[in-house]
Protein backbone atom coordinates (compact mmCIF):
# COMPACT_ATOMS: atom_id res chain seq x y z
CA UNK A 1 0.00 0.00 0.00
CA UNK A 2 2.57 2.57 0.89
CA UNK A 3 4.95 1.61 -2.44
CA UNK A 4 1.81 2.56 -4.43
CA UNK A 5 1.50 5.27 -2.79
CA UNK A 6 4.78 5.83 -3.16
CA UNK A 7 4.80 5.33 -6.55
CA UNK A 8 1.46 7.26 -7.25
CA UNK A 9 3.37 10.67 -6.14
CA UNK A 10 6.59 9.89 -7.86
CA UNK A 11 4.39 9.10 -11.17
CA UNK A 12 2.75 13.08 -10.25
CA UNK A 13 6.10 14.75 -9.25
CA UNK A 14 7.28 13.23 -12.91
CA UNK A 15 4.51 15.17 -14.75
CA UNK A 16 4.21 17.78 -13.16
CA UNK A 17 8.12 18.39 -13.59
CA UNK A 18 6.89 17.38 -17.27
CA UNK A 19 4.04 19.93 -17.38
CA UNK A 20 7.01 22.72 -16.10
CA UNK A 21 9.74 22.03 -18.59
CA UNK A 22 6.76 22.22 -21.56
CA UNK A 23 5.58 25.51 -20.15
CA UNK A 24 9.60 26.68 -19.86
CA UNK A 25 10.11 25.20 -23.45
CA UNK A 26 7.20 27.43 -24.53
CA UNK A 27 8.33 30.58 -23.24
CA UNK A 28 12.37 29.69 -24.45
CA UNK A 29 10.87 29.41 -28.30
CA UNK A 30 8.33 32.58 -27.48
CA UNK A 31 11.07 35.04 -25.71
CA UNK A 32 13.41 34.56 -29.04
CA UNK A 33 10.26 35.89 -31.43
CA UNK A 34 8.66 38.77 -30.02
CA UNK A 35 12.07 40.49 -29.21
CA UNK A 36 12.49 39.51 -33.14
CA UNK A 37 9.74 41.00 -33.77
CA UNK A 38 10.10 44.23 -31.44
CA UNK A 39 12.88 45.03 -33.47
CA UNK A 40 11.89 44.36 -36.88
CA UNK A 41 9.35 46.80 -35.80
CA UNK A 42 12.68 49.19 -35.22
CA UNK A 43 13.90 48.70 -38.36
CA UNK A 44 10.97 48.69 -40.25
CA UNK A 45 9.89 52.31 -38.99
CA UNK A 46 13.45 53.64 -39.48
CA UNK A 47 12.93 52.11 -43.08
CA UNK A 48 9.98 53.99 -43.70
CA UNK A 49 10.86 57.39 -42.47
CA UNK A 50 14.39 56.97 -44.62
CA UNK A 51 12.25 56.38 -47.11
CA UNK A 52 9.37 58.62 -47.43
CA UNK A 53 12.25 61.23 -46.76
CA UNK A 54 13.85 59.85 -50.37
CA UNK A 55 10.41 59.88 -52.00
CA UNK A 56 9.35 63.17 -51.03
CA UNK A 57 12.51 65.03 -51.67
CA UNK A 58 12.87 63.10 -55.24
CA UNK A 59 9.41 64.69 -55.96
CA UNK A 60 10.74 68.55 -54.90
CA UNK A 61 13.92 67.81 -56.72
CA UNK A 62 12.40 67.62 -60.01
CA UNK A 63 10.95 70.78 -59.37
CA UNK A 64 13.71 72.23 -57.97
CA UNK A 65 16.80 72.06 -59.31
CA UNK A 66 19.58 70.23 -56.85
CA UNK A 67 22.37 72.67 -57.57
CA UNK A 68 20.45 75.66 -57.11
CA UNK A 69 19.02 74.48 -53.70
CA UNK A 70 22.52 73.44 -52.61
CA UNK A 71 24.00 76.79 -53.97
CA UNK A 72 21.96 78.95 -53.50
CA UNK A 73 21.77 81.84 -51.12
CA UNK A 74 17.98 82.79 -50.88
CA UNK A 75 15.41 80.98 -49.15
CA UNK A 76 12.04 83.21 -50.16
CA UNK A 77 9.38 79.91 -51.01
CA UNK A 78 6.43 82.63 -49.95
CA UNK A 79 7.02 85.88 -51.36
CA UNK A 80 7.86 85.02 -55.45
CA UNK A 81 5.75 83.89 -57.63
CA UNK A 82 7.93 80.58 -58.32
CA UNK A 83 10.15 81.03 -55.26
CA UNK A 84 13.86 81.13 -54.17
CA UNK A 85 14.77 77.59 -52.49
CA UNK A 86 18.23 78.11 -52.09
CA UNK A 87 19.02 76.53 -48.42
CA UNK A 88 22.17 78.09 -47.76
CA UNK A 89 20.69 80.59 -45.04
CA UNK A 90 19.07 78.05 -43.71
CA UNK A 91 22.40 75.80 -42.67
CA UNK A 92 23.89 78.99 -41.65
CA UNK A 93 21.22 79.55 -39.14
CA UNK A 94 21.27 76.15 -38.09
CA UNK A 95 25.48 76.41 -37.91
CA UNK A 96 25.46 79.56 -36.39
CA UNK A 97 22.73 78.23 -33.41
CA UNK A 98 25.32 75.12 -32.97
CA UNK A 99 27.98 77.40 -32.88
CA UNK A 100 26.89 79.23 -29.82
CA UNK A 101 25.67 76.26 -28.10
CA UNK A 102 29.09 74.12 -28.74
CA UNK A 103 31.30 77.44 -27.60
CA UNK A 104 28.53 77.65 -24.23
CA UNK A 105 28.19 73.62 -23.64
CA UNK A 106 31.69 72.08 -24.30
CA UNK A 107 33.56 74.38 -21.43
CA UNK A 108 30.78 73.64 -19.04
CA UNK A 109 29.89 70.26 -19.99
CA UNK A 110 33.75 69.18 -19.63
CA UNK A 111 34.40 71.44 -16.47
CA UNK A 112 31.24 69.94 -14.70
CA UNK A 113 32.62 66.21 -15.73
CA UNK A 114 35.66 66.76 -14.38
CA UNK A 115 34.44 68.41 -10.88
CA UNK A 116 32.12 65.29 -10.64
CA UNK A 117 34.53 62.16 -11.38
CA UNK A 118 37.59 63.66 -10.12
CA UNK A 119 36.45 66.28 -7.56
CA UNK A 120 32.61 65.55 -5.95
CA UNK A 121 32.30 63.69 -3.00
CA UNK A 122 29.62 60.53 -3.12
CA UNK A 123 27.30 62.97 -1.62
CA UNK A 124 27.92 65.71 -3.68
CA UNK A 125 27.86 63.56 -6.98
CA UNK A 126 24.13 62.36 -5.63
CA UNK A 127 23.28 66.09 -5.51
CA UNK A 128 24.05 67.18 -8.54
CA UNK A 129 23.59 63.96 -10.78
CA UNK A 130 19.69 64.05 -10.24
CA UNK A 131 19.84 68.12 -10.87
CA UNK A 132 21.61 67.72 -14.20
CA UNK A 133 18.85 64.68 -15.18
CA UNK A 134 16.00 67.17 -14.34
CA UNK A 135 17.77 69.67 -16.66
CA UNK A 136 17.97 67.09 -19.68
CA UNK A 137 14.32 66.50 -19.08
CA UNK A 138 12.94 70.11 -18.97
CA UNK A 139 10.63 70.41 -22.41
CA UNK A 140 12.62 72.39 -25.18
CA UNK A 141 9.21 74.45 -25.12
CA UNK A 142 9.82 75.65 -21.80
CA UNK A 143 13.64 76.36 -22.76
CA UNK A 144 12.17 78.58 -25.90
CA UNK A 145 9.92 80.67 -23.75
CA UNK A 146 12.73 81.17 -21.21
CA UNK A 147 14.89 82.54 -24.11
CA UNK A 148 12.73 84.64 -25.11
CA UNK A 149 11.29 86.37 -21.89
CA UNK A 150 14.38 85.75 -19.73
CA UNK A 151 17.61 85.38 -21.53
CA UNK A 152 16.67 87.56 -24.48
CA UNK A 153 15.62 90.79 -22.22
CA UNK A 154 18.87 90.30 -19.67
CA UNK A 155 20.90 89.93 -23.01
CA UNK A 156 19.28 93.41 -24.57
CA UNK A 157 20.59 95.25 -21.44
CA UNK A 158 24.40 94.22 -22.94
CA UNK A 159 23.75 94.62 -26.06
CA UNK A 160 21.14 97.71 -27.10
CA UNK A 161 20.98 96.65 -30.63
CA UNK A 162 19.85 93.37 -30.25
CA UNK A 163 16.48 92.20 -31.86
CA UNK A 164 13.60 90.46 -29.71
CA UNK A 165 14.41 87.49 -32.22
CA UNK A 166 18.43 86.91 -32.46
CA UNK A 167 20.70 84.16 -32.77
CA UNK A 168 22.32 84.43 -29.83
CA UNK A 169 19.99 83.88 -26.84
CA UNK A 170 18.89 80.48 -28.43
CA UNK A 171 22.37 79.39 -29.32
CA UNK A 172 23.07 79.93 -25.36
CA UNK A 173 20.32 78.46 -24.21
CA UNK A 174 20.41 75.51 -26.38
CA UNK A 175 24.01 74.68 -24.93
CA UNK A 176 22.80 74.72 -21.90
CA UNK A 177 20.24 72.48 -23.02
CA UNK A 178 23.10 69.93 -24.19
CA UNK A 179 25.20 70.52 -20.91
CA UNK A 180 24.00 67.47 -19.13
CA UNK A 181 24.16 65.08 -22.03
CA UNK A 182 27.98 66.10 -22.41
CA UNK A 183 28.51 65.99 -18.82
CA UNK A 184 27.06 62.85 -18.28
CA UNK A 185 28.60 61.30 -21.59
CA UNK A 186 31.88 62.48 -20.20
CA UNK A 187 31.84 61.67 -16.42
CA UNK A 188 30.93 58.24 -17.44
CA UNK A 189 33.93 58.35 -19.73
CA UNK A 190 36.30 59.58 -16.88
CA UNK A 191 35.03 57.49 -14.38
CA UNK A 192 35.45 54.30 -16.55
CA UNK A 193 39.51 54.83 -16.02
CA UNK A 194 41.41 52.84 -13.67
CA UNK A 195 42.04 54.12 -10.62
CA UNK A 196 45.31 53.18 -10.66
CA UNK A 197 46.43 55.38 -13.41
CA UNK A 198 45.21 57.92 -10.74
CA UNK A 199 46.89 56.63 -7.79
CA UNK A 200 50.07 56.28 -10.09
CA UNK A 201 50.19 59.57 -10.78
CA UNK A 202 50.01 61.18 -7.21
CA UNK A 203 52.43 59.12 -6.18
CA UNK A 204 54.90 60.63 -8.71
CA UNK A 205 53.96 64.03 -7.35
CA UNK A 206 51.23 64.95 -9.63
CA UNK A 207 48.21 67.47 -8.44
CA UNK A 208 44.47 66.55 -8.48
CA UNK A 209 44.80 68.89 -11.26
CA UNK A 210 47.62 67.56 -13.46
CA UNK A 211 46.17 64.05 -12.52
CA UNK A 212 42.52 64.97 -14.48
CA UNK A 213 44.09 66.65 -17.24
CA UNK A 214 47.17 65.06 -18.44
CA UNK A 215 45.98 61.45 -17.21
CA UNK A 216 42.41 61.29 -17.17
CA UNK A 217 40.77 63.46 -20.34
CA UNK A 218 43.91 61.97 -22.46
CA UNK A 219 42.36 58.37 -21.57
CA UNK A 220 38.98 59.07 -21.59
CA UNK A 221 39.39 61.09 -25.11
CA UNK A 222 37.40 58.87 -27.01
CA UNK A 223 34.13 58.83 -24.91
CA UNK A 224 34.56 62.74 -24.11
CA UNK A 225 35.27 63.40 -27.88
CA UNK A 226 32.11 61.62 -28.75
CA UNK A 227 30.09 63.13 -25.83
CA UNK A 228 30.96 66.74 -27.32
CA UNK A 229 30.09 65.44 -31.36
CA UNK A 230 26.68 63.97 -29.48
CA UNK A 231 25.98 67.19 -28.13
CA UNK A 232 26.87 68.90 -31.26
CA UNK A 233 24.27 66.87 -33.45
CA UNK A 234 21.63 67.37 -31.00
CA UNK A 235 21.92 70.84 -31.19
CA UNK A 236 21.30 70.81 -35.01
CA UNK A 237 18.36 69.11 -34.59
CA UNK A 238 16.65 71.20 -32.27
CA UNK A 239 14.00 72.52 -33.22
CA UNK A 240 11.28 74.41 -30.71
CA UNK A 241 13.98 76.85 -29.20
CA UNK A 242 15.20 78.44 -32.07
CA UNK A 243 11.39 78.20 -33.14
CA UNK A 244 10.53 80.69 -30.42
CA UNK A 245 13.04 82.34 -30.28
CA UNK A 246 15.25 82.52 -33.16
CA UNK A 247 12.91 84.58 -35.49
CA UNK A 248 11.45 83.43 -39.05
CA UNK A 249 14.05 85.67 -41.33
CA UNK A 250 16.18 83.26 -42.76
CA UNK A 251 19.24 84.91 -44.03
CA UNK A 252 22.94 84.11 -44.68
CA UNK A 253 24.32 86.31 -42.24
CA UNK A 254 26.84 85.56 -39.04
CA UNK A 255 25.35 88.84 -36.85
CA UNK A 256 24.38 87.12 -33.64
CA UNK A 257 21.93 89.89 -32.88
CA UNK A 258 19.62 89.41 -35.82
CA UNK A 259 16.92 87.13 -36.56
CA UNK A 260 17.68 84.13 -38.44
CA UNK A 261 15.55 81.02 -38.86
CA UNK A 262 16.92 77.06 -39.24
CA UNK A 263 15.89 74.17 -40.82
CA UNK A 264 14.13 72.72 -37.91
CA UNK A 265 12.56 76.21 -37.75
CA UNK A 266 11.36 76.00 -41.21
CA UNK A 267 9.92 72.75 -41.38
CA UNK A 268 7.72 73.85 -38.05
CA UNK A 269 6.59 77.44 -39.88
CA UNK A 270 5.48 75.50 -43.21
CA UNK A 271 4.01 72.37 -41.50
CA UNK A 272 1.59 75.30 -38.98
CA UNK A 273 0.73 76.87 -42.00
CA UNK A 274 -1.99 77.03 -45.10
CA UNK A 275 0.38 75.27 -47.25
CA UNK A 276 -1.58 73.05 -49.64
CA UNK A 277 -0.83 69.54 -50.48
CA UNK A 278 1.52 68.75 -53.45
CA UNK A 279 2.59 72.29 -53.66
CA UNK A 280 6.44 72.82 -53.84
CA UNK A 281 6.67 74.58 -50.37
CA UNK A 282 5.09 71.01 -48.83
CA UNK A 283 7.87 69.11 -50.61
CA UNK A 284 10.42 71.97 -49.61
CA UNK A 285 10.12 70.42 -46.13
CA UNK A 286 11.09 67.15 -47.05
CA UNK A 287 14.32 68.26 -48.98
CA UNK A 288 15.52 70.23 -45.76
CA UNK A 289 13.73 67.26 -43.57
CA UNK A 290 16.82 65.16 -45.51
CA UNK A 291 19.36 67.70 -45.23
CA UNK A 292 18.86 67.97 -41.84
CA UNK A 293 19.07 63.85 -41.84
CA UNK A 294 22.91 64.17 -43.79
CA UNK A 295 23.80 66.52 -41.12
CA UNK A 296 23.08 64.54 -38.05
CA UNK A 297 23.51 61.18 -39.92
CA UNK A 298 27.22 62.45 -40.60
CA UNK A 299 27.94 63.47 -36.49
CA UNK A 300 26.39 60.52 -35.29
CA UNK A 301 28.72 58.46 -37.86
CA UNK A 302 31.65 60.77 -37.07
CA UNK A 303 31.22 60.18 -33.37
CA UNK A 304 31.20 56.00 -33.63
CA UNK A 305 34.21 56.70 -35.56
CA UNK A 306 36.09 58.36 -33.07
CA UNK A 307 35.04 56.32 -30.39
CA UNK A 308 36.51 53.32 -31.81
CA UNK A 309 39.46 55.23 -33.13
CA UNK A 310 40.69 56.47 -29.76
CA UNK A 311 38.92 53.77 -27.69
CA UNK A 312 41.60 52.61 -24.48
CA UNK A 313 41.19 49.52 -23.16
CA UNK A 314 41.70 48.91 -19.85
Do not use: C, H
Not at 220 to 235: E, K, T, W
Amino acid sequence: MKSELKNGSIREMILEKKKKNNSTMLVEKAVPIVLLVTAAISVLTTLGILFTLIFETATFFSRVPFLDYITGTKWLPFIEAKGNYGVLPLITGTLLITGIATVVAVPIGLATAIFLSEYASDRTRRIIKPILEVLAGVPTIVYGFFALTFVTPMLKKLIPDLSVFNALSPGIVVGIMIVPMIASLSEDAMSSVPNSMREGALALGATRFEVAVKVVLPAALSGIIASFVLGISRAIGETMIVTVAGGASPAMTFDVTESIQTMTAYIVQVTTGDVGYGTTIYYSIYAVGMTLFVFTLVMNLLAQYISRRFREEY
